[in-house]
């Protein structure tokens, strides 16, 4: 099928959405939240950052709308044609495919994982209202392959989609892990197997460990129920390989102590986009420079880009992110081969030395898992 092809399809595909009032309120709810003994991030109602303070207020959100520069995106880019993700790999092989946004399908031998899988036209609870993608999904919901796992970092719209989990659930019934308080709300909506996680905590699932990581962000689907969920990433250790995938984050000291901890990743996807104006965004959004900074600190073999080109968030271009991130690398030496970003619907194979081959054609187990803390905690 076609790129053109297949936005149409896309566009014109029908889609789970809260069918009445009720739903809608019910998204906006969010769950009842984490209930549970304080905790360096956790004070025993809210969860926190514990470097900084990352909350803005209502004002100093109608302040940056007020005063907002707004770079004009496209109303709509087309993607090219690209070929199907692999359909079987070898023994420490992982397939990355970048599927939009945040969105990325992970691939070891025998695991198929999906990042904060968003394939909603807009990230909002409601169909005409926030922001509206501006591309088609890089790979089609229905060409997805067997999904195992699915990561979801934290509850903004853009992350938890629950439109897309709805539809997963019920087409791969996968194994959801995302962060302590989420569970009662996702499972308002059928979803079965729903692990929660809180920082440095640890899911085994068939040859896979999943250890949810830290991140300096904050959670909610409304303004009554701000920071009751826990936000950060997950690294995935699989076929001997780590991958890290940071989730929402602003740049701090967490990702030296990822790295202290858990060990440099072979693979880490980051965040560079939804960065403008900084004086709102810097302590929740990491910007290209600050990304390359933190792929440094984590001392990652390869790091990939995440986080820009398909929802209008924030007020830079729809390119910015790729410039200043070649502006970046450049003032740390850092290579664009160490530093690398996909196109929409591009699938890259990396070998053992993280080196970047074709695409070849993925066998699929099931999944299962049990939770344990991790050793270094």
Known sequence: MDTLARSRTFRSRPRYRPASVREVLRSLAGGPGHRGAPSDHFDGRLFFNPDATVGRSFWDFLRWRRTAQTKQWPEWVENRARPAPPASLDHGQIALTFINHITFLIQFRGLNVLTDPVYSQRVSPLRRIGPKRVRAPGLAFDELPPIHLVLVTHNHYDHLDIDTLVRLEEAHHPCFVTGLGNRAFLQQFQLQRVHELDWWQSLEAAGASITMTPAQHWSGRSGRNRNRTLWGGFMVRAAGRRVLFAGDTGYSVHFRDIQRRLG??????????????????????MNPEEAVRAHLDLEARLSIGTHFGCFQLTDEGIDDPLIELAAARQRHNVSPELFQVLETGETRLFQAGESAQPAIQVGTTGIEGTHRSDPAR
């Open 264 to 285: 440099p990743p072979a693979i880490a996807l980051l965040p560079i986009g939804a960065y403008e104006p900084r004086w709102f965004m810097a302590p929740q959004h």
